[in-house]
């Protein structure tokens, strides 16, 4: 039975080229389109994903109330504030803070202005990025020490082994009367070497320098400040551990903390109203961090873009699903006599409907087979006009390539369905003693479809 249902579907789609031609083609582009958009979102929400042991790291970020002004959101707290809550909050079992400079580095006869990551010299061991060479625990331990990326490496250094290298920065808070100062140079150890981080990372991590070392720009005075949010803060909690009942301790502490500099501001309230912090799951903190800038991540994504792009999915699909729901029943008239006749000859209501389902998810499968064709033509602009690596590989990514056959298999079932109740319900001597489907109601459905999809072309717009 079902070879025969499969003949008979072949005949269909062959002995209607134009039609089949149209309806393909309209469900492929529409499955492009979702497949486009899947492959965005994939990429969207797997920041951070891959950092081995992150899911009890929290990133610190703070809602500065102004007086009598607007409150201002940064991923940035003051320098003090996340090793108060090592010291002082049980559930928090590691802290550790970065800031980014731009430093000017000194490689041979060359000079290269250089982004660095300034950090804690536990870093590495809280915010476990991977290392191709050196120990987490000790790369940073030394004050003059410096790690690298593979890429910086090579920037730097071409082929030749990194480790050991020196690179020589000014000495900083020079005055700038102070020629002798400005004069002295520091020199800095290559000790580690990172792997080049994927791009679906906040992180950039180009190099990294441990915050005592001489070259940090940063002075000492500017380190016991705990009113300037200019450090990522990073914590792990606890197994177990509430986010909110940890902030709810940090609240005393920034009390006492930042209350002597907020009384020589003239600022009456306390610390804890002043800075609002947060904790957010470090995977999580791409997705919900937009609008924030800082230079020490990647570009910020946005929960609501994710949402606004999988509407624009959906709306895409429906007007694919319409137009193939649509030219379906528009064509029930050609086939009222092969139903009416199979209906005589014994055919059930039931086997009617599983042809026509199974008629319509052939064409579905086949316009999925020209949706990834048309994919795999269209990825390298699409990565080029999101300014994103989005890749595809139909087996390595069998997970989400099943998740597209669902997709596909779906959109027939859904697209068929009121056809093949339309068809199989014809009456078989009406048709055959008028030539008639005697539907007069699918001429109103076709009206209600059509005007389905022009809604759902202007909600498209909208989103």
């Excluded at 999988?310 to 007007?319: D, F, K, N």
């Excluded at 998740?403 to 048709?431: C, K």
């Excluded at 009206?447 to 022009?454: D, E, H, P, R, Y």
């Amino acid at each position: 039975m079902f070879r025969n249902y499969l003949t008979i579907a072949l005949r269909n789609i062959v002995n209607h080229r134009l039609y089949s031609f149209i309806n393909i083609a309209g469900l492929a582009i529409g499955l492009a389109c979702v497949i486009l958009v899947i492959l965005f979102i994939r990429y969207e929400t797997s920041y951070d994903l891959w950092l081995p042991n992150s899911s009890h790291l929290y990133r610190l970020e703070t809602t500065t109330h102004v007086p009598a002004g607007p409150a201002v959101d940064s991923i940035a707290v003051p320098f003090r504030v996340p090793a108060a809550m090592k010291e002082e909050i049980p559930e928090v079992t590691a802290a550790t803070r970065a800031r980014v400079e731009n430093i000017t580095m000194t490689v041979g006869d060359r000079q290269l202005f250089q982004r660095v990551d300034v950090v804690d010299s536990n870093f590495l061991q809280v915010v476990q990025l991977p290392l191709l060479a050196g120990d987490p625990a000790t790369v940073l331990s030394q004050p003059e020490s410096l790690v690298v990326s593979e890429a910086t490496a090579r920037r730097f250094f071409g082929d030749a082994n990194p480790l050991g290298q020196i690179i020589t920065v000014p000495k900083p808070h020079c005055d700038d009367a102070d020629i002798a100062c400005r004069s002295v140079t520091i020199s800095l150890r290559v000790t580690g070497v990172l792997r080049n981080l994927p791009t679906n990372s906040q992180l950039v991590a180009d190099a990294l320098m441990p915050n005592i070392s001489s070259a940090d720009l940063e002075s000492q005075q500017q380190k016991e400040d705990w009113v300037s949010p200019r450090y990522s803060g990073f914590v792990v909690l606890a197994p177990g551990a509430v986010p909110q009942a940890a902030i709810a301790k940090l609240a005393p502490i920034l009390d006492a903390g930042a209350g002597p500099k907020l009384r020589e501001l003239h600022v009456s309230a306390p610390g804890s109203q002043i800075f609002e912090m947060h904790l957010v799951p470090f995977a999580d903190v791409h997705l919900t961090s937009a609008g924030y800038h800082d230079n020490d991540m990647t570009p910020a994504g946005s929960w609501i873009t994710v949402y606004g792009i999988a509407a624009i999915g959906l709306l895409i699909l429906l007007i694919a699903c319409f137009n193939f729901m649509n030219l379906a029943t528009a064509r029930a008239m050609l086939r009222a006599r092969e139903i009416a006749l199979r209906k005589c000859v014994g055919a059930s209501r039931r086997q009617l409907v599983m042809q026509f389902l199974g008629e319509s998810v052939l064409m579905a499968l086949c316009a999925l087979l020209l949706a990834l064709a048309i994919v795999e033509r269209l990825l390298p602009f699409y990565d080029g006009f999101l300014g994103r690596p989005i890749t595809f590989h139909l087996l390595a990514d069998w997970p989400l390539s099943l998740a597209i056959i669902g997709i596909a298999i779906a959109a027939g079932l859904i697209s068929g369905s009121y056809p093949a109740l339309v068809l199989s319900s014809f009456r078989p001597a009406s048709v055959l003693r008028t030539n008639n489907s005697g539907q007069a109601g699918s001429g109103r459905l076709r009206v209600v479809l059509v005007v389905l999809q022009f809604a759902v072309s202007i909600g498209l717009g909208i989103a």
